[in-house]
């Protein structure tokens, strides 16, 4: 008897997780649905160029957890780096990105497909002027021949005017 009660607790707590791994396998894979995939042409390595032609650094970004996010890591020029985390919102139906960078940089942003292109926007207190607010939009646009053109644009005025802060082009890397 003493064999048998060892035997039948292990039994009982292994079966719950016998019965959640079944169910489980029986849901649809979580992260499929089509707005899991909006971003996914922004995916892969790529070589990014100012509009002058000369080469601002490299980015990677991939899919991770089975598809639900999308981890970027950017290699700059001079050392700058960052990483961003980009993911379907599915409670607010929307794109979040949250970037940082090793220059102590933080961006969140929010938004989602404007027609092709990947709009994000974002607001926060400037650094500089207390009682302004910052005004972030960075937009990814998928190109014809491949490329991705992605244009930060930032406004001190209330989204009156904006100022280009990074304009790049996404190119994948050549053959050597």
Known sequence: ?????????????????????????????????????????????????????????????????????????????????????NSWDAGSRQWRQHWVDNQGGLLQLAGGREGPAMVLHGREPSATSPGVEVRQRITWTPQPDGSVRQHWQRSDDAGVTWSTVFDGRYERPRAP
């Open 1 to 85: 008897m003493r064999s048998f009660l060892p035997a039948a607790v292990w039994l009982a707590a292994a079966l719950p997780w016998h019965t959640m791994a079944q169910s489980d396998a029986a849901k649809p894979a979580p992260c499929r649905g089509s707005e899991h995939r909006q971003f996914d042409f922004w995916l892969g390595r790529w070589e990014v160029f100012t509009p002058d032609g000369k080469k601002a650094g490299d980015n990677h970004i991939e899919a991770i957890d089975g598809g639900c996010a999308l981890i970027e890591r950017w290699q700059g020029r001079g050392g700058f780096s960052g990483t961003s985390l």
